[in-house]
């Protein structure tokens, strides 16, 4: 059954979907029912943390020698990706240990390497997809009567091979896909529907305030409220992916000063100029922290090892066993700041401030400190 719920992209309606996530919680909620509760049931739903139920048919609902497996075919909506059409499986079992066990099996992938949602040598399901997993298992549990321990296997058959056209094998993650999701819905939208909307909200802004904040997304959205730098009476625009086309924007619009916040895994590419900071469009930051980092001294096995990290938490926890992380981020927010400025091309007034949500801030260039200290006192001042 498909997925009806839709929205607006322009002057469109487009379908949602639901993440692997969701489906492998409905696939162990299924396997659950049948092996505790002896049922086959026609449809299975389950609400998703973004607060909308999905309801599905089961497919392959079956017992096995030890315990039962049920599969959910991925619905990626009308932003159908990599993974959309294919079967996830969870296969349940009983165990002595009290609990609910959740690995992967055929086509998950396993994570080789640190600074990932999941440590070294787990399988590759996040920390969401696995609390929707175990919830869905321990409801059926509590209606089954049942106190003893499950163990849920997951798997995505075909998953090894199409893995091959994700972004896995260069973040570590072998033998096939991840288990992702968030919000357990996949809400799609054209990137250009999503520039149209930045460019309104941008324009809003500038109705108010010659001042902006420009940021990523939620983490960024986090930061600046964690900070109280959302509270100076300064509109906080979130930009997403397309930092080059809103700090355009904010020029059209006439800002006199412009702050850009944001997490170190997007904004470090403003270091070597790319300012559209989606994985499709390029990436470079391993190679950028390599580079500022031999400038600052690195070993050549420092270097190696940052060309091989995972993610940017990784290069700054490497940085730290060399005490190159100061000069380092300094350098790479000298660079972005550099890149902001050319992009303002004099426009306006421009700050970048780096930051990780394993580290806190991390950078803040010059500019960005003064921008900041003005909008303070003037904000105190009233």
Sequence with gaps: MAFEHYIRSGQKMLRCGYTTGTCAALAASGAARLLLLGETPETLSLPT??????????????????????SVRKDGGDDADVTHGMLVTALVRRTEEPGVRIDGGEGVGRVTRPGLDQPVGAAAINHVPRQMIAQAVENVCREAGYAGGVEVIVSIP????????????????EGGLSVLGTSGIVEPMSEQAIVDTIAVEVRQAAQTSRRLILTP??????????????????????CSNFIGDALDMAAAEGFAQVLLAGHIGKLVKLAGGIMNTHSRQADGRCELFCAHAAVAGASRSLCARLMEAATTDACIALLEEENLRPPVLASLTAAAQRHVERRAAGAYEAGVLLF???????GVSPQAEAIIHSWREEHHEQ
């Design 49 to 70: 943390p973004k607060g909308w139920t999905v309801e599905v048919c089961p497919e392959g609902l079956a017992r096995t020698k030890d315990g039962a497996v049920c």
């Design 158 to 173: 075909g998953g090894e091979e199409r893995a091959k056209r994700t972004f896995n094998p260069l973040l570590g993650i």
């Design 217 to 238: 997304g939620n983490y960024g959205a986090d930061f600046l409220a964690a900070h109280g730098l959302d509270g100076l009476g300064v509109p906080v625009v979130r």
């Design 356 to 362: 990780s949500n394993v580290y806190g801030t991390l």
